[in-house]
């Protein structure tokens, strides 16, 4: 769409702009050819409207030869020939209205018609040239607008993520079932206690110097990963049981943090924690080919599929992967059955590496 | 002094009752009656055994503690345990006599019972109203209808079922080729249902619009829903205009 034609107003300020070109072809026609002001400005008048539109037509090739990717001798190719094309259009258009007025007898000077030819003709390859250099100007100025925009949302973007991620951390229910657990183990188990405390410092302390980084090993997630469980595992005693599937070799691979533990969270809140009996949570690592696959899967009650809606843990991991990966990552869940399960897969990279 | 404090710890975490029986054995005139590990024991529980006090988690298996209160007789004194302090307001709603943030010091606990037999000396505790009509708008749309049958529970998803009928206080709800009782008026039930899938053909009858067949005209100004197995129920004269309201005729 051509950025004046997209709007009234825009237009309208178009042409207003086209007003002092039009007293230049007015004071033009009363220096050399020596007309009088009124007809000048007969003259003058529609054939700056007329080249006001003409001159839209630059915006044209001013988009398909971008500054940057274009050479010199094309711009200036290209232009010119526009220029030339536009001006002898606009002399044909003068002297059809020279000739028009004359046979209205309008002024007898419309004789003289043919000097005014070489100034009209320098004046409108001028007016064209300041049309491409407003042109090239407004484009430059849109491309700066929208570039900052993008790196704007990409910003807000890393951010959300930052927090999330933050908060996921330190899920506060999380940490407050946590200590009750322990204030309960320290009346019947001392040394459950202290190991339930160490278990959740390392917890803590892992999360915080992991989430601060760009990337960390998988063996360093499946790290947090186990320590959590075994947090968790504490407060559902044998409803939760754990079982990993990984292949060998893969606890090398880079992975940005906290990309598993929000899932396998989800697994124990969602899944575990509404079954009387309660099931396990299998986690998943392999690569194939340039992928790295993570699965996390977990048995859920059905009658209770409504509660699953806002997993927000999982949409914060497919918003980071996106910002970070774009087409190359992907989240997908799969839910049937009584079964959920939560693939996450994305460039296979190892800490000795690409591969 | 008068008789023990019967309670029942209610929560599906081992560690979280653990902590309530160590703390309560330390309460003089208290004596734990029932440990319950999710809401259709606790139901049993208090049908079976009337506890004075129950200790109710919120965030169970199954049934939560909200759905709990809604299936038991209201003459126990509730204290909500729960890591959760979004809850507080609508326990305040549902007339609980106390809220305990886990984790909690013993303290609190004793403060807890002493608000309880407050209340108990005071005389019988308040019995609301059946709970759900006023409990359930805020918590979303109702996706199940829990129905208490001696010390069972029933849950009935709301597209299993055909049509509810009135019963003087009661609504039997028929589901399956199953009739349910449940302690509530037509009103209260209506009220809670998505008005697009029940409507109230009849001052007797809710009807799940799915299992409509035909409507059939007996005679003049008499209507009959003829339902997909062949159930035939009444339909009122202005059922039949809230009926072609949601048909769209």
Same mark, same amino acid.
């Given at each position: 769409?051509?950025?004046?034609?997209? *709007?009234?107003?825009?237009?309208?300020?178009?042409?207003?702009?086209?007003?002092?070109?039009?007293?230049? +072809?007015?004071?033009?026609?009363?220096?050399?050819?020596?007309?009088?002001?009124?007809?000048? &400005?007969?003259?003058?008048?529609?054939?700056? !409207?007329?080249?006001?539109?003409?001159?839209?037509?630059?915006?044209?090739?001013?988009?398909?030869?971008?500054?940057? @990717?274009?050479?010199?001798?094309?711009?200036?190719?290209?232009?010119?020939?526009?220029?030339?094309? *536009?001006?002898?259009?606009?002399?044909?258009?003068?002297?059809?209205?020279?000739?028009?007025?004359?046979?209205?007898?309008?002024? @007898?000077?419309?004789?003289?018609?043919?000097?005014?030819?070489?100034?009209?003709?320098?004046?409108?390859?001028?007016?064209?040239?300041?049309?491409?250099?407003?042109?090239?100007?407004?484009?430059?100025?849109?491309?700066?607008?929208?570039?900052?925009?993008?790196?704007?949302?990409?910003?807000?973007?890393?951010?959300?993520?930052?927090?999330?991620?933050?908060?996921?951390?330190?899920?506060?229910?999380?940490?407050?079932?946590?200590?009750?657990? $322990?204030?309960?183990?320290?009346?019947?188990?001392?040394?459950?206690?202290?190991?339930?405390?160490?278990?959740?410092?390392?917890?803590?302390?892992?999360?915080?110097?992991?989430?601060?980084?760009?990337? $960390?090993? /998988?063996?360093?997630?499946?790290? !947090?990963?186990?320590?959590?469980?075994? $947090?968790?595992?504490?407060?559902?005693?044998?409803?939760?049981?754990?079982?990993?599937?990984?292949?060998?070799?893969?606890?090398?691979? /880079?992975?940005?943090?906290?990309?598993?533990?929000?899932? +396998?969270?989800?697994?124990?809140?969602?899944? $575990?924690?509404?079954?009387?009996?309660?099931? @396990?949570?299998?986690?998943?690592?392999?690569?194939?080919?340039?992928?790295?696959?993570?699965?996390?899967?977990?048995?859920?009650?059905?009658?209770?599929?409504?509660?699953?809606?806002?997993?927000?843990?999982?949409?914060?991991?497919?918003?980071?992967?996106?910002?970070?990966?774009?087409?190359?990552?992907?989240?997908?869940?799969?839910?049937?059955?009584?079964?959920?399960?939560?693939?996450?897969?994305? #460039?296979?990279? *190892?800490?000795?590496?690409?591969? | 002094?008068?008789?023990?404090?019967?309670?029942?710890?209610?929560?599906?975490?081992?560690?979280?009752?653990?902590?309530?029986?160590?703390?309560?054995?330390?309460?003089?005139?208290?004596?734990?009656?029932?440990?319950?590990?999710?809401?259709?024991?606790?139901?049993?529980?208090?049908?079976?055994?009337?506890?004075?006090?129950?200790?109710?988690?919120?965030?169970?298996?199954?049934?939560?503690?909200?759905?709990?209160?809604?299936?038991?007789?209201?003459?126990?004194?509730?204290?909500?345990?729960?890591?959760?302090?979004?809850?507080?307001?609508? &326990?305040?709603?549902?007339?609980?006599?106390?809220?305990?943030?886990?984790?909690?010091?013993?303290?609190?606990?004793?403060?807890?019972?002493?608000?309880?037999?407050?209340?108990?000396?005071?005389?019988?505790? #308040?019995?609301?109203?059946?709970?759900?009509?006023? !409990?359930?708008? #805020?918590?979303?749309?109702?996706?199940?209808?829990?129905?208490?049958?001696?010390?069972?529970?029933?849950?009935?998803?709301? &597209?299993?079922?055909?049509?509810?009928?009135?019963?003087?206080?009661?609504?039997?709800?028929?589901?399956?080729?199953?009739?349910?009782?449940?302690?509530?008026?037509?009103?209260? !039930?209506?009220?809670?249902?998505?008005?697009?899938?029940?409507?109230?053909?009849?001052?007797?009858?809710?009807?799940?619009?799915?299992?409509? &067949?035909?409507?059939?005209?007996?005679?003049?100004?008499?209507?009959?829903?003829?339902?997909?197995?062949?159930?035939?129920?009444?339909?009122?004269?202005?059922?039949?205009?809230?009926?072609?309201?949601?048909?769209?005729?």
């Amino acid at each position: 769409m051509h950025p004046i034609m997209a *709007s009234r107003d825009r237009l309208g300020l178009y042409l207003a702009v086209w007003i002092p070109a039009a007293m230049l +072809v007015a004071i033009e026609f009363a220096t050399v050819s020596g007309l009088p002001w009124l007809a000048a &400005a007969a003259m003058a008048g529609p054939l700056a !409207l007329a080249y006001a539109f003409v001159c839209l037509a630059a915006w044209y090739p001013c988009r398909a030869t971008p500054l940057q @990717t274009s050479g010199i001798s094309r711009l200036i190719g290209t232009h010119g020939a526009a220029a030339v094309l *536009s001006s002898g259009l606009w002399i044909v258009l003068a002297s059809v209205w020279a000739r028009l007025l004359a046979a209205l007898g309008f002024s @007898t000077a419309f004789d003289h018609f043919g000097d005014q030819v070489p100034v009209l003709f320098v004046t409108g390859v001028l007016l064209f040239a300041l049309s491409v250099f407003a042109y090239y100007l407004l484009i430059s100025y849109e491309a700066a607008r929208q570039s900052e925009t993008r790196s704007l949302e990409l910003d807000v973007l890393a951010r959300e993520a930052q927090l999330m991620a933050l908060r996921a951390q330190v899920n506060p229910h999380f940490l407050f079932n946590s200590l009750h657990s $322990i204030a309960s183990l320290i009346g019947s188990n001392q040394a459950g206690a202290r190991r339930m405390c160490v278990l959740l410092a390392d917890f803590l302390r892992d999360s915080v110097r992991f989430g601060g980084r760009d990337q $960390i090993t /998988l063996g360093q997630e499946l790290s !947090l990963v186990r320590q959590y469980l075994g $947090i968790e595992q504490i407060r559902f005693g044998a409803r939760l049981a754990v079982h990993e599937e990984l292949a060998p070799d893969i606890q090398d691979a /880079l992975v940005p943090p906290l990309l598993l533990q929000p899932l +396998v969270e989800n697994a124990v809140k969602h899944g $575990i924690a509404g079954l009387i009996e309660g099931g @396990t949570v299998t986690v998943r690592a392999q690569g194939t080919g340039a992928d790295l696959m993570l699965t996390v899967e977990n048995p859920y009650d059905v009658d209770r599929a409504a509660a699953a809606g806002t997993r927000l843990g999982l949409l914060n991991v497919k918003k980071r992967l996106d910002t970070q990966f774009g087409p190359l990552a992907s989240v997908r869940v799969a839910d049937g059955g009584g079964r959920y399960t939560a693939e996450i897969r994305l #460039p296979l990279t *190892s800490a000795g590496g690409a591969r | 002094m008068t008789a023990a404090l019967r309670v029942a710890i209610v929560d599906d975490e081992e560690p979280a009752r653990a902590i309530l029986r160590e703390y309560l054995q330390q309460e003089a005139g208290v004596e734990i009656i029932a440990e319950c590990s999710n809401g259709f024991e606790a139901v049993q529980a208090v049908a079976n055994l009337k506890p004075d006090v129950l200790l109710l988690d919120v965030q169970m298996p199954k049934l939560d503690g909200f759905e709990v209160l809604e299936l038991i007789e209201r003459d126990v004194a509730v204290v909500f345990v729960t890591a959760y302090d979004q809850y507080a307001l609508k &326990a305040f709603d549902v007339n609980a006599v106390d809220y305990l943030l886990k984790p909690f010091i013993p303290e609190r606990l004793t403060q807890a019972l002493e608000r309880v037999r407050a209340r108990l000396t005071r005389g019988h505790l #308040p019995r609301s109203e059946p709970l759900s009509a006023r !409990l359930r708008p #805020p918590r979303g749309p109702l996706t199940r209808v829990l129905i208490r049958d001696g010390a069972n529970v029933h849950i009935v998803p709301l &597209a299993k079922i055909d049509y509810a009928e009135a019963q003087d206080d009661y609504v039997s709800i028929h589901a399956e080729r199953r009739a349910y009782l449940k302690e509530q008026t037509m009103a209260q !039930l209506e009220a809670t249902l998505d008005p697009a899938h029940f409507v109230r053909i009849h001052r007797s009858y809710l009807l799940n619009i799915d299992r409509l &067949a035909k409507v059939e005209v007996t005679d003049k100004d008499s209507r009959v829903a003829i339902l997909r197995d062949d159930t035939r129920l009444p339909i009122s004269r202005s059922g039949f205009a809230r009926l072609s309201v949601l048909l769209g005729e």
